[in-house]
T-cell receptor, first 115, second 109 residues
Framework: NAGVMQNPRHLVRRRGQEARLRCSPM?????VYWYRQLPEEGLKFMVY????????ESGMPKERFSAEFPKEGPSILRIQQVVRGDSAAYFC?????????????FGPGTRLTVT | GQNIDQPTEMTATEGAIVQINCTYQ??????LFWYQQHAGEAPTFLSY??LDGLEEKGRFSSFLSRSKGYSYLLLKELQMKDSASYLC??????????WGAGTKLIIKP
């Protein structure tokens, strides 16, 4: 049973370009979470999605950032017109239906560097 | 507001015992999680407490007191590989995880 998969693992973008980060949840998991982590800092919640629905995007900047989790395929976190401050590790996590044992399982992360 | 507090950094000696505390104030409570995160890696799940008391899992134990809004992670027989950040997270009334900033644990020989 494969774990949470994220790609690419490392992404370099120039200021003003677009970054697309992909996340495939664990088999059987229908809940996906995106987090951002700056060096030496904690996880910052960005967005929580279920298939075809955004449940909570309160942690995501209103501009330039968007996320989706289509019926087929991986979840996508998109950052348009990237700036240097977007450089961070972006982690995706998935979980089964909330309830008993709903721990989140993390992917390896995508390290975004904006030059 | 919602708040998770844990120490920023702790230092301990190889072979010793260390206790990492976590206090929380959240809207609702659906369990408390501890995760381990090595530098440059993803967090990995360590433990889950939803009832008061101590849960033991090998060298690691986690304790919860819901009335006090308090938990701790106890690490015994410390090994160098235990050097990592330890993240406390609480499930709120919507089963969303509220994350602490993490405690960086430094193990010295």
């Amino acid at each position: 049973n494969a774990g949470v998969m994220q790609n690419p693992r490392h992404l370099v973008r120039r200021r003003g370009q677009e970054a697309r980060l992909r996340c495939s949840p664990m088999k059987g998991h229908s809940h996906v979470y995106w987090y951002r982590q700056l060096p030496e800092e904690g996880l910052k919640f960005m967005v929580y999605l279920q298939k075809e629905n955004i449940i909570d995007e309160s942690g995501m900047p209103k501009e330039r950032f968007s996320a989706e989790f289509p019926k087929e395929g991986p979840s996508i976190l998109r950052i348009q017109q990237v700036v240097r401050g977007d450089s961070a590790a972006y982690f995706c996590a998935s979980s089964p239906q909330p309830g008993t044992g709903y721990e989140q399982y993390f992917g390896p992360g995508t390290r975004l560097t904006v030059t | 507001g919602q708040n998770i507090d844990q120490p920023t950094e702790m230092t301990a000696t190889e072979g010793a015992i260390v206790q990492i505390n976590c206090t929380y104030q959240t809207s609702g409570f659906n369990g408390l999680f501890w995760y381990q995160q090595h530098a440059g890696e993803a967090p990995t799940f360590l433990s889950y407490n939803v009832l008061d008391g101590l849960e033991e899992k090998g060298r690691f134990s986690s304790f919860l007191s819901r009335s006090k809004g308090y938990s701790y992670l106890l690490l015994k027989e410390l090994q160098m590989k235990d050097s990592a950040s330890y993240l406390c997270a609480v499930g709120d009334s919507n089963y969303q995880l509220i994350w602490g900033a993490g405690t960086k644990l430094i193990i010295k020989p």
